[in-house]
């Protein structure tokens, strides 16, 4: 291995649950790209569990982690109200940064860690992973083709909560589409008694709908939804995405995780949809790894799109077999790693991640607002929510 391609220094910063079940086992498998050197926790007991799970030294003082392993990236793993503070005293500590989403709860926190990236020079990626799934990303391939035109309306409905969902929703009209505009509706309903999968309790629910309208500057639209049972409800199954193009459309149709795509074009002579066929490439025929997403468009100038699954084995049968989500959280962390190595930007990057924070929170001054339209961009220091 040359001097450029030696595994960079990662250290993973806090002890949430994903450190230990997703982000160490990650690293573990990327052994050509990054190298994992330290772990750190506020507390003894927390880091010393980590560390000695994963196999790395642990740490209570992270200017001594930085000191005596020197890490280059640190990936920001905490309990959810703590990223903001947890993130800006990575950077602080000179790492680049994989940070947990949201980049941080208050606009004013997000950008005073972008300000002290831009001090230090150091790159953030922010582990924005719904966009990066091999689903999306075909869907993504096929747009950035020319294939279906522009993209003129979008849509989340019930594909993943706040900003997640709204990154998905962005990503089909282009991460470049300047929102200007929010009008949001956020109502709570009760609901029958029932099983929650994610709490283990049975009994009555309340449900947080959240519905936006998003307005761009090229006149574009997105739409937003949201319940805050949707991952975990039987009465709130439903799951989708889509998107209205100026030759066609794609709409997911989904129960819970299963899911099934339905992209079309117009058919020759203009009258019907023709359908495209998705096919998962496995390394063998009983299965194996992902190793690529094809889509049979049935257009003669372009009949084949496909997006390769970066971390396919290079050896069949001597590689990871990650579901979707491990493939798309994996390919946040291979943003930041080839950004640091090549000195561009990441992908998504913090100003993607405030921005799809910055629109949650947008639908929801509006809905305070009694439904009024929010204009765009906020202003950090007016922030309430």
Same mark, same amino acid.
């Given at each position: 291995?040359?001097?450029?391609?030696?595994?960079?220094?990662?250290?993973?910063?806090?002890?949430?649950?994903?450190?230990?079940?997703?982000?160490?086992?990650?690293?573990?498998?990327? +052994?050509?790209?990054?190298?994992?050197?330290?772990?750190?926790?506020?507390?003894?007991?927390?880091?010393?569990?980590?560390?000695?799970?994963?196999?790395?030294?642990w740490?209570?003082?992270?200017?001594?982690? %930085?000191?005596?392993?020197?890490?280059?990236?640190?990936?920001?793993?905490?309990?959810?109200?703590?990223?903001?503070?947890?993130?800006?005293?990575?950077?602080?500590?000179?790492?680049?940064?994989?940070?947990?989403?949201?980049?941080?709860?208050?606009?004013?926190?997000?950008?005073?860690?972008?300000?002290?990236?831009? *001090?230090?020079?150091?790159?953030?990626?922010?582990?924005?992973?719904?966009?990066?799934?091999?689903? #999306?990303?075909?869907?993504?391939?096929?747009?950035?083709?020319?294939?279906?035109?522009?993209?003129?309306?979008?849509?989340?409905?019930?594909?993943?909560?706040?900003?997640?969902?709204?990154?998905?929703?962005?990503?089909?009209?282009?991460?470049?589409?300047? +929102?200007?505009?929010? &009008?949001?509706?956020?109502?709570?309903?009760?609901?029958a008694?029932?099983?929650?999968?994610?709490a283990? &309790?049975?009994?009555?629910?309340?449900?947080?709908?959240?519905?936006?309208?998003?307005?761009?500057?090229?006149?574009?639209?997105?739409?937003?939804?949201?319940?805050?049972?949707?991952?975990?409800?039987?009465?709130?199954?439903?799951?989708?995405?889509?998107?209205?193009?100026?030759?066609?459309?794609?709409?997911?149709?989904? %129960?819970?995780?299963?899911?099934?795509?339905?992209?079309?074009?117009?058919?020759?002579?203009?009258?019907?949809? *023709?359908?495209? &066929?998705? #096919?998962?490439?496995?390394?063998?025929?009983?299965?194996?790894a992902?190793?690529?997403?094809?889509?049979? &468009?049935?257009?003669?100038?372009?009949?084949?799109?496909?997006?390769?699954?970066?971390?396919?084995?290079?050896?069949?049968?001597?590689?990871?077999?990650?579901h979707?989500?491990?493939?798309?959280?994996?390919?946040?962390?291979?943003s930041?790693?080839?950004?640091?190595?090549?000195?561009?930007? +990441?992908?998504?990057?913090?100003?993607?991640?405030r921005?799809?924070?910055?629109?949650?929170?947008?639908?929801?001054m509006s809905?305070?607002?009694?439904?009024?339209?929010?204009?765009? +961009?906020?202003?950090?220091a007016?922030?309430?929510?």
């Amino acid at each position: 291995m040359d001097a450029e391609k030696q595994p960079l220094r990662v250290a993973i910063i806090g002890t949430a649950k994903r450190s230990d079940y997703l982000y160490g086992p990650i690293l573990q498998a990327l +052994p050509g790209e990054v190298e994992l050197v330290g772990v750190w926790g506020r507390s003894r007991a927390s880091a010393q569990q980590l560390g000695e799970s994963l196999g790395a030294p642990w740490y209570t003082d992270l200017e001594r982690l %930085v000191r005596e392993q020197a890490p280059q990236i640190g990936i920001v793993s905490v309990a959810y109200g703590a990223n903001g503070e947890v993130g800006l005293m990575a950077v602080e500590a000179g790492l680049h940064v994989l940070l947990e989403t949201p980049i941080a709860h208050k606009l004013s926190e997000a950008d005073a860690i972008i300000a002290a990236a831009e *001090r230090h020079g150091v790159k953030i990626e922010v582990a924005e992973q719904f966009h990066r799934r091999p689903l #999306e990303q075909i869907k993504l391939a096929l747009l950035r083709s020319g294939l279906f035109g522009r993209v003129h309306t979008s849509f989340n409905d019930f594909a993943g909560h706040g900003y997640h969902g709204v990154s998905v929703m962005r990503s089909y009209l282009g991460f470049d589409a300047r +929102p200007v505009q929010v &009008t949001g509706l956020v109502r709570e309903y009760p609901l029958a008694a029932q099983w929650s999968r994610l709490a283990g &309790t049975r009994g009555e629910r309340t449900e947080t709908q959240e519905h936006g309208i998003v307005e761009f500057d090229g006149g574009q639209v997105g739409i937003f939804h949201w319940t805050s049972v949707g991952y975990d409800s039987a009465v709130r199954w439903w799951r989708s995405s889509r998107f209205l193009a100026e030759r066609g459309m794609g709409v997911t149709v989904g %129960v819970n995780l299963e899911v099934q795509e339905w992209l079309s074009l117009l058919a020759p002579g203009g009258e019907a949809p *023709r359908f495209i &066929t998705l #096919e998962r490439r496995w390394e063998r025929n009983d299965g194996g790894a992902l190793v690529a997403m094809v889509a049979h &468009t049935g257009d003669p100038a372009l009949p084949i799109v496909a997006w390769e699954n970066p971390f396919r084995p290079a050896v069949k049968g001597h590689g990871v077999q990650w579901h979707d989500d491990e493939i798309g959280v994996a390919g946040c962390l291979l943003s930041l790693v080839e950004a640091v190595r090549n000195g561009d930007a +990441p992908s998504y990057g913090a100003h993607q991640a405030r921005l799809d924070q910055e629109l949650t929170l947008a639908i929801r001054m509006s809905s305070q607002a009694g439904g009024a339209p929010v204009q765009l +961009p906020l202003d950090p220091a007016t922030q309430t929510l």
